[in-house]
């Protein structure tokens, strides 16, 4: 037979087909967690390896290199965002407020011992004892009231508190 009466069949298995293997080594990356080590590159063997798995296929179409995607962020942990380096004003601000936030919760406490003393006290016995403005020890015992740490017997404008307990 001659080149000229090939079937179109003949011509397609004679026309080499490009393959990507590449021949390089892989780099070895510093895993970032545990389950990153226990992630392998599996590559199937070239042409001039053949394999008793790949040799029936061999024949039929050419081998390609299997990889195993590296895993995403998203799999190993939150991405937190970055931190920048705080000015003096910013923790300077925060330590002030760490401050003013223990000095609060100390009167509030003093209240509720007040409270658990006397049974029953008003918002100017609070006033008082605590050397504060009557609404700054309002404004302590409706935020106790809130927390459910007293409760509020009487009017509004003549609110007396107690401990949720008497």
């Known amino acids: 037979m001659s080149d000229e009466t090939q079937t179109p069949s003949d011509t397609q298995q004679s026309v080499p087909m490009e393959t990507s293997v590449s021949t390089e080594t892989p780099e ?22 053949p394999s008793p798995e790949t ?3 061999s024949n039929s179409a050419p081998t390609k290199p299997v990889v195993v995607p590296p895993p995403t962020p ?12 705080e000015g003096f004003f910013t923790v300077l601000l925060r330590k002030a ?23 029953v006290i008003s918002a100017r016995e609070a006033a ?9 020890a309002t404004r302590y ?11 509020q017997v009487g009017p509004p404008e003549h609110a007396r508190y107690q401990t949720p307990t008497s």
């Open 74 to 85: 998203t799999q190993n942990a939150p991405v937190q965002p970055a931190q920048k380096d």
């Open 28 to 49: 070895a990356v510093a895993p970032e967690s545990g389950a990153a080590q226990e992630q392998t590159i599996e590559t199937a063997p070239t042409e001039s390896q």
């Open 128 to 136: 008082v004892a605590l050397r504060i403005s009557d609404s700054t």
């Open 55 to 57: 040799n029936a296929e």
């Open 97 to 119: 407020n760490e401050v003013l936030f223990a000095r609060k919760r100390a009167k509030l406490e003093k209240i509720i011992k007040l409270a658990q003393k006397k049974q």
């Open 141 to 151: 015992l409706k935020q106790l009231v809130k927390e459910n740490r007293l409760k």
